[in-house]
C-alpha cells in the first residue's frame, strides 16, 4: 500500500467523526440558545472530532474491523456527550 492510499484510508476512516463532530458544533447554538461553548465552534468541533475518533479506533479495536453499526452509534452518543458537556448544557 503506497502513502496516498494509506493517506486515503486513513481520511475515509475519520470521515465519520469529522462530519458529525463539526455538524453538531454547528447546530448546537439552534439547538441550545442560551448556552455557548467557551471555546467558540472550532474548538468544540475540533473536541467533538477528536471524540468521535476515539469512539471509531475503540470499535475498531474491539470488534477487530471497522463500519459496525454499534461502533457508529458509540460515536454519536460520544459526539453528543461531548457537546452536552462543552456548552453545559446541564445548567
Do not use: E
Not at 475540533?46 to 477487530?64: D, E, I, P, Y
Not at 460515536?75 to 457537546?83: F, I, P, T, W, Y
Request: charged share 10%; with cysteine; aromatic share 12%.
Amino acid at each position: 500500500m503506497g502513502s496516498l492510499d494509506l493517506l486515503n484510508h486513513c481520511f475515509n476512516f475519520l470521515a465519520p467523526a469529522l462530519a458529525a463532530g463539526f455538524l453538531v458544533a454547528i447546530i448546537a447554538p439552534i439547538w441550545f440558545k442560551k448556552s455557548r461553548a467557551p471555546g467558540g465552534m472550532l474548538a468544540q468541533g475540533l473536541m467533538n472530532t477528536l471524540s468521535g475518533a476515539l469512539a471509531l479506533a475503540c470499535g475498531l479495536w474491539f470488534f477487530g474491523n471497522d463500519g459496525k453499526m454499534a461502533t457508529y452509534a458509540a460515536m454519536v452518543m460520544l459526539v453528543a456527550s461531548c457537546q452536552w458537556v462543552g456548552v453545559k448544557a446541564w445548567r
